[in-house]
């Protein structure tokens, strides 16, 4: 018979802990950024009036226990869905900053705040008259 891993796992316990605080910094940075949408910061919030408000979809007092777990799953979709719907270059920017990898190449990439231009261009060389200063 195999050895079936017990719930108590320390291990295991440290890195979901560590992965719960992770998340947590991660949308805390966001909530900051002025990059992200202002609409897209509500959907947090709005988790958090669902869980203040007296109505729910499960009642805490008819079901001990299964009121909470709702009120845990609309606080957890509503984060998840809030980092989800980040632009991704930011998300993924703070993902390596927390992880202590940073890229300094995504970091002042332009590209993620909008503000790059791609547009044709050409090189114009002056005359050579005009370089020697005789106009005619």
Known sequence: MSKSASSSDPQGTLGFAGGVVKQSRLVWRLLHDGRVPGWV??????????????????PDLMLPGLGQLDDLAVILLSLKLFVDLCPPGIVKEYLDELAGTQNWSTVSDDRTTGAYLDVPYR?????????????S
């Open 123 to 135: 090189v114009v060389e002056p005359d050579k008259d005009t370089i020697e200063g005789n106009s």
């Open 41 to 58: 910061k509500l959907i947090p919030f709005a988790g958090l009036i669902y869980l203040l408000s007296p109505i729910d979809l499960v």
